[in-house]
């Protein structure tokens, strides 16, 4: 990642590689992005749009700049229409529908599409860059609906409402309201852009929806793995469980990465000794605790692995057709499929859903007698005079439960339902964008999950120190007393939706959340 010098808050955009952290930071808010003032730099991605212009004039065949576009390439345009082709494309793609990107998605994708024209190898001016700098400098943010696109000849459907924003189309979200693109930017003091041939399809004929919210997934995949661990070794301790089965020794002889991690982390966070050992109530608990490692570490492991591939695609020049401004040569081809984008979702949506379902297996052993060794039937911390008439947690399983299975539906592979679209010109997409929504829908109910398992944990540990006495080991009284200064102990009966919004947003920020997160 390319950081200014003397200014750690800004991530110079100048065709060097950038990480998923860079982007997640620039889409939160945090960050600033910034092109690069190197004279050289601006050389380079100007000679491409010059190389655009001296084609034309040499009367060369430039796909999208003199032909239509997709099945359409064998139409000729006149060279009196050339100038009007980009805004053509953006026009017709805007059929977009369903839910608008928030403000910090929107962000991404604005910084995932710059890094890619970055590269020099679209055919743009400097300009339309910094165009799009101004627009996240400013936050003006373009509507940008969430569905449309099949991921294939790039997120067109989608990213033609960034192009249209730029050139003061359509319509933007600007300091909390919905506007005209057009009244925003007076209001700002910004030109409205005027595309040149090739920049409405270098703007949209690129992967930059599903890799910016693959970049946000990929974060919010990486805290769900060690929170859910962090639950695991509460839920050990609340059921008097077996921290044995964590052992050091045992995890060497499969050394898979991931589970090696998982079992580490839950070794420190229980402070218990590699030494052989066991709880002499019982050799063995149940799967859903003795073999958490395995299930998260299966997460853990796919998380350098898919980190790889986007940002790979990240830092690519992925639209079509690619300009070489040395040579001059115009390259057709299909660098816009966002196969490994759809891929990574795909695993990761999987991975997510299967440590959902091991923390739902965990609660249902918490809530219920039979099972958590001496903890009160739902978790109840009601008197004995009033147990009668109070439930504890009893509905708040049952909501787990409700989620956890909506996220166990949505992994079906997005990546298999290709469609042939265009006139079979687009016969083979990668449903990328679908499957980075997907992600992203079970990551929100895996917020809802954690948020829920927050609270048993909590008030399962209450209850297990009232029964057995002792401490906790330093690292869970730490998390414990986080989550007392957040949730009132359930004695009566009340309505817990509040209290699990408040948690779900803490888990949204990093900074928050800290004190939740097992590994380092």
Same mark, same amino acid.
């Given at each position: ?5 003397? &200014? $750690? ?41 010059? /190389?655009?212009?001296?084609? #034309? ?44 990107? &928030? ?24 300009? #339309? ?13 373009? @509507? ?11 997120? *067109? ?13 359509? &319509? ?12 925003? *930017? ?11 041939? +090739? ?128 040579? =001059?040569?115009?390259?057709? =081809?299909? %660098? ?12 990761? +949506?999987?991975?997510?859903? !299967?440590? #959902? ?7 249902? *052993? ?24 109070? %439930?504890?947690? +009893? ?12 996220? #166990?539906? /949505? ?11 265009? @006139? %079979? !010109? ?12 997907? @992600? ?21 540990? $209450? ?5 057995? =006495? =002792? ?50």
């Amino acid at each position: 990642m390319s950081v200014a010098a003397q &200014d $750690t808050e800004v991530v110079v955009f100048d065709g060097q590689p950038l990480d998923v952290e860079a982007i997640d930071a620039i889409a939160r808010g945090r960050r600033r992005a910034c092109l690069s003032s190197d004279q050289r730099f601006r050389d380079r991605i100007d000679a491409g749009a010059r /190389a655009v212009l001296q084609l #034309l004039a040499d009367e060369g065949v430039i796909y999208g700049v003199t032909t239509g576009y997709g099945a359409s390439c064998t139409v000729p345009v006149p060279p009196s229409q050339i100038v009007e082709l980009p805004h053509h494309l953006y026009a017709y793609h805007g059929v977009g529908m369903g839910r608008l990107l &928030d403000a910090e998605e929107t962000r991404a994708v604005l910084a995932a599409r710059l890094a890619s024209l970055c590269q020099g190898m679209s055919g743009v001016r400097h300009a #339309l860059l910094q165009q799009i700098e101004v627009f996240l400098r400013h936050d003006i943010l373009p @509507c940008i609906p969430a569905e449309g696109s099949v991921g294939a000849s790039g997120d *067109l459907t989608p990213l033609s409402y960034v192009a249209a924003a730029l050139c003061g189309e359509r &319509d933007v979200l600007w300091q909390g309201r919905r506007m005209p693109a057009i009244e925003a *930017l007076q209001q700002a003091g910004v030109e409205p852009l005027a595309l040149q041939p +090739k920049e409405g399809l270098a703007i949209m004929n690129g992967t930059a929806v599903m890799t910016a919210l693959a970049c946000l997934a990929w974060q919010r995949a990486q805290r769900c793995s060690r929170i859910a661990t962090r639950l695991t070794a509460l839920n050990v301790f609340a059921t008097a469980g077996n921290p044995h089965h964590f052992d050091a020794l045992l995890f060497d002889a499969k050394p898979h990465p991931g589970p090696r991690a998982v079992a580490r982390w839950l070794r420190r966070d229980l402070a218990c000794a590699d030494a052989a050992g066991r709880n002499p109530a019982r050799l063995q608990d149940r799967y859903s605790l003795r073999c958490a490692p395995h299930v998260i570490g299966v997460l853990e492991d796919a998380l350098p692995f898919t980190r790889s591939l986007i940002e790979n695609e990240l830092n690519s020049a992925n639209d079509n057709p690619l300009i070489d401004a040395v040579s =001059g040569r115009v390259l057709h =081809g299909g %660098h816009f499929y966002g196969g490994h984008v759809a891929f990574a979702m795909d695993s990761l +949506k999987i991975a997510i859903a !299967n440590v #959902l379902d091991l923390l739902d297996r965990q609660l249902a *052993l918490l809530v219920d007698s039979r099972f958590s060794h001496g903890l009160p039937d739902n978790l109840s911390a009601a008197t004995a005079d009033r147990s009668a008439i109070n %439930h504890g947690l +009893k509905a708040l399983q049952i909501a787990v439960s409700a989620w956890t299975a909506e996220a #166990l539906k /949505a992994t079906v592979p997005a990546s298999v339902f290709s469609r042939s679209t265009e @006139c %079979h !010109n687009q016969d083979k997409v990668s449903m990328g964008t679908i499957a980075a929504r997907d @992600c992203q829908r079970i990551l929100d109910l895996g917020d809802q999950v954690l948020a829920a398992l927050l609270i048993a944990a909590r008030q399962a540990v $209450t209850l297990r120190l009232r029964i057995d =006495g =002792g401490t906790l080991p330093p690292v869970l009284a730490e998390t414990q007393a986080w989550l007392e200064t957040q949730i009132p102990l359930v004695v009566e009966d009340r309505a817990l939706d509040r209290e699990l919004i408040s948690l779900v947003n803490a888990l949204r920020d990093s900074s928050a959340c800290s004190v939740l997160e097992s590994g380092g």
